[in-house]
T-cell receptor, first 113, second 114 residues
């Protein structure tokens, strides 16, 4: 069965510092991988995805993620955090041939001024 | 272009009551989904649809039913609400081949069952 792990419930980082939100997955085949962000009392917003090709994927709001097949990871990164990046971040995986996403449990990012 | 909309935004039910949540999308997407979000558990798929007139079970389908009579609408029904169904419900839609593109989410419905 496919699964997604976000090992950190919360990540704290100072404004201006680089941030990393971790995600590892366990699926058969070649997965599609996604990152979403959720602001308070809002639905999820798409940030970026990996389908195939370049392992470094760039997305919205300056975020990027690196697909690492050998480590089955898809960590979300940003070179310089903003206070406005504080939100709940979800990693999701869609195995090829499947029709739905499996979400991780979420990581709360807190950026301190 | 409203994207994905959900009605109602909030609802309080008593145990045993029924209700229907409505999701509508205006992006001509084939795929639509219903999720529930509970603290510390991420989003869990309840049911989904790969096109008008089709539905399929997700990870946690028990106690819920769905219908997709029109391509743009996806309804989630609770026939006899239970306190365990207290949650935030999100609808989503996606396009592309086999719905492979990113999903677009509605704003959510907060349901409390007492």
């Amino acid at each position: 069965a496919q699964s997604v792990a976000q090992p950190e419930d919360q990540v704290n980082v100072a404004e201006g510092n680089p941030l990393t939100v971790k995600c590892t997955y366990s699926v058969s085949g070649n997965p599609y991988l996604f990152w979403y962000v959720q602001y308070p009392n809002r639905g999820l917003q798409f940030l970026l995805k990996y389908i195939t090709g370049d392992n470094l994927v760039k997305g919205s709001y300056g975020f990027e993620a690196e697909f690492n097949k050998s480590q089955t990871s898809f960590h979300l990164k940003k070179p310089s955090a903003l206070v406005s990046d504080s939100a709940l971040y979800f990693c999701a995986v869609r195995p090829t041939g499947r029709r739905a996403l499996t979400f991780g449990s979420g990581t709360r990012l807190q950026v301190q001024p | 272009n409203a994207g994905v909309t959900q009605t109602p935004k909030f609802r309080v039910l008593k145990t045993g009551q029924s209700m229907t949540l409505l999701c509508a999308q205006d992006m001509n997407h084939e795929y639509m989904y219903w999720y529930r979000q509970d603290p510390g558990m991420g989003l869990r798929l309840i049911h989904y649809s790969v096109g008008e007139g089709t539905t399929a079970k997700g990870e946690v389908p028990d106690g819920y039913n769905v219908s997709r009579l029109k391509k743009q609408n996806f309804l989630l029904g609770l026939e006899s609400a239970a306190p365990s169904q207290t949650s935030v419900y999100f609808c989503a839609s996606s396009g592309g081949r086999q719905g492979a593109y990113e999903q677009y989410f509605g704003p959510g419905t907060r349901l409390t069952v007492t």
